[in-house]
């Protein structure tokens, strides 16, 4: 289907998610032929799962910037364009992608469904000092994204424990709003952490400010 939501940011940043229901042929037509994103997808050697998740990315990339950009990785996994345009963060969960970007701050998004398995595992990365006030299901999931969110962002990544070093401060749910996480290692760490709800899936981002 067409690009299923987005909204600007600041300064020519912006979000947008893409609703997989394509066939990989038919996100295949939706690229450029012979451009920068098929000649790299060729090269992508993964479960099919994951090349239509690449795919789909790289088909909402192109959706939003009307343009390909080159995507690269660091050797921790992060996705980085070779042309400096943009910094980017990516996500995906079952059946949806998302994407982030800003031409001048770090940003960070991260998609999940939403799913009981949150809330069973939700002692493993919720502190007792975390708690909101709405759906405990919608709850857990929100707080496990956002620490996916927090965690793109911090300087260091080495040895985060997002029960014991990530905090969401309190809260009341709603359909979208912001939240306000840190670094407890790092009093500096602390960002907005922007969210919406939708009927399947949670979605979370942020962005760096300089101090």
């Given amino acids: 289907m067409p690009l299923y939501r987005s909204a600007p940011l600041t300064d020519d940043g912006g979000w ?126 929100l707080h496990w994204s956002s620490k996916e969110t927090l965690y793109k962002l911090l300087r260091r990544q080495e040895d985060t424990d997002f029960l014991h070093h990530l905090r969401i401060h309190p809260f009341i749910l709603a359909s979208q709003g912001q939240l306000t996480g840190e670094d407890l290692r790092d009093s500096r760490e602390r960002f907005t952490i922007d969210y919406l709800l939708d009927t399947d899936f949670v979605l979370t981002r942020a962005m760096r400010q300089p101090f």
């Fill in 16 to 141: 947008a998610v893409w609703k997989v229901t394509e066939t990989e042929a038919t996100l295949r037509s939706l690229l450029p032929a012979e451009g920068a994103y098929l000649q790299e997808l060729s090269l992508f050697q993964a479960h099919p799962k994951r090349k239509l998740e690449r795919l789909a990315v790289r088909t909402l990339m192109f959706n939003c910037w009307k343009t390909e950009h080159p995507v690269a990785y660091t050797p921790d996994g992060r996705p980085y364009l070779t042309d400096g345009t943009y910094s980017i963060s990516i996500s995906h969960t079952d059946g949806y992608v998302a994407l982030c970007w800003h031409p001048h701050h770090d940003v960070s998004i991260d998609i999940e469904r939403l799913s009981p398995k949150a809330l069973r595992l939700s002692t493993r990365f919720m502190h007792p000092d975390e708690h909101a006030e709405g759906d405990p299901l919608t709850a857990a999931v």
